[in-house]
């Protein structure tokens, strides 16, 4: 689609992060459930959603603090959504359809100009 | 497929003349990697220390935090002088977007580091 290997690495870290918690969190680890990735180009962007079945986000996790986890304050995990948000133009939790619940993710081509 | 993490340690010495250890990954560096990252860590001495990232292409956020671990116990716990070198940009900057940039140096190669500790 012509994203530039610095964009593609953040797409691939997000990604990574999104089936993750998709797994861990969504699936509970249940190795009978599956994650799917949809990918879905647009003309100047590129829409990823990752699905599984678990019942999805509720509210958002507070924003890491390095300086809260260097002094013991904070779990040093919790990254992964603050990753996902960092690295893509666009992150939204969604609950359903019922049983399942999916992140959207959203990558736009015009981020090549910045 | 996740590329096992491998953890080499080997000694150098600063621009200062200070011995230095340093703890060289291989493979991916995930939730998996918790325990030798951290075992090779525990066997170490000295008070200054570098993680040399050049044989790792892939890091997630259970493998930061694993990281943000080491770090605690190094810098607080032990008042060691942590530096990381090696990363890929992409990782560099995920290494600094998430602040570990204000805890340990972060160089792009093994020369650069000894120099900045």
Redo the contacts between chains.
């Keep these: 689609m012509g994203f530039s290997p610095?964009r593609i690495?953040?797409l691939k870290?997000a990604v990574?992060?999104a089936c993750?918690n998709a797994i861990e969190h969504g699936n509970q680890m249940n190795d009978t459930l599956s994650v799917a990735v949809i990918l879905s180009p647009g003309e100047d962007h590129l829409e990823i959603k990752v699905i599984d079945d678990g019942a999805g986000i509720i509210g958002q996790p507070a924003t890491?603090?390095?300086?809260r986890?260097?002094?013991?304050e904070e779990?040093?995990?919790?990254?992964?959504i603050?990753?996902i948000q960092?690295?893509v133009d666009e992150a939204e939790w969604h609950q359903g359809p019922p049983g399942k619940s999916f992140v959207r993710l959203v990558i736009r081509l015009d981020k090549e100009k910045n | 497929m996740q590329a096992p993490t491998k953890v080499a340690t080997r000694t150098a010495t600063a621009a200062s003349g200070a011995p230095v250890t340093i703890l060289a990954f291989a493979g991916d560096i995930a939730s998996t990697s918790k325990e030798p990252i951290l075992e090779a860590y525990g066997a170490t001495d000295g008070q200054k220390l570098l993680l040399d990232f050049s044989g790792t292409e892939y890091v997630n956020s259970s493998g930061i935090a694993i990281i943000i671990q080491l770090l605690l116990d190094a810098t607080k716990t032990g008042g060691r002088t942590v530096g990381i070198f090696g990363l890929t940009p992409h990782f560099q900057k995920v290494f600094t977007m998430v602040g570990i940039g204000k805890y340990a140096t972060l160089s792009p190669n093994e020369a650069a580091a000894l120099a900045a500790l």
């Design positions: 610095d690495e953040d870290t990574a992060e993750i890491p603090d390095i300086d986890k260097m002094a013991g779990d040093p995990r919790g990254m992964g603050f990753l960092s690295l």
